[in-house]
């Protein structure tokens, strides 16, 4: 089975600075691989996914993410963070074949200083 | 489409109660999943359906817990009984079929208080 880390649990930035959260995955074979966003009391919203192609990916609100195969990672990055931007961040994957379940990343808490 | 309806959003309840979550999944998705969010374990998988069927409900912490999908539009998940344990935000999501979209649609959450 698959699984996530995410490497930083805790994350405090003021604005305007850049952000990267790491994540990396482990599973064998081909993946799907995700960011998801929670807003403070609110459910979970896609930020951007992979499936193929081009490995970076550009998702809402200027973020980014790469994916780089060789290190089984998908960082997501945005060059200039907003206060609005507070939120946990979960990093998920999916295997591409077969049945599979979506797993996620312990998640990361990001806070914005004005 | 309204998105992933889960119901109540709040439940507080006594220990030892029985306590059923319900989610209503996008019509047309495949994939069901039921998630628990905690503070201390962040967000668990408990069970997932693929097309009304269990998949895999090794998530599932106890016999306690309980999740069905009679049909395509509804699925609940059963606490019973209720642990202080178990309080915890739970969340459904839905999916199309992985060939087409893997992309999962989350509700709003059932925020649930043992006491």
């Known amino acids: 089975a698959q699984s996530v880390s995410q490497h930083n649990h805790h994350v405090i930035l003021s604005e305007a600075a850049s952000l990267e959260l790491g994540c990396n995955y482990s599973y064998g074979g081909t993946v799907n691989l995700f960011w998801y966003v929670q807003y403070p009391g609110q459910h979970l919203q896609l930020l951007l996914k992979y499936f193929s192609g081009d490995p970076l990916v550009k998702g809402i609100k200027g973020f980014e993410a790469e994916f780089i195969k060789s290190k089984f990672s998908f960082n997501l990055r945005k060059p200039s963070v907003q206060w609005s931007d507070t939120a946990e961040y979960f990093c998920a994957v999916i295997p591409s074949t077969g049945f599979q379940k979506l797993v996620f990343g312990t998640g990361t808490r990001l806070l914005v200083s004005p | 489409d309204a998105g992933v309806i889960q119901s109540p959003r709040h439940e507080v309840t006594e220990m030892g109660q029985e306590v059923t979550l319900r989610c209503k999944p996008i019509?047309?998705?495949?994939?069901l999943f039921w998630y628990r969010q905690t503070m201390m374990r962040g967000l668990e998988l408990l069970i997932y359906f693929n097309n009304n069927v269990p998949i895999d409900d090794s998530g599932m912490p106890e016999d306690r817990f309980s999740a069905k999908m009679p049909n395509a539009s509804f699925s609940t998940l059963k606490i019973q009984p209720s642990e202080p344990r178990d309080s915890a935000v739970y969340f459904c999501?839905?999916?199309?079929?992985?060939?087409?979209?893997?992309?999962?649609?989350f509700g709003q959450g059932t925020r649930l208080t043992v006491v």
């Open positions: 019509s047309g998705h495949d994939y």
């Open positions: 999501a839905s999916s199309v079929h992985r060939v087409l979209n893997t992309e999962a649609f």
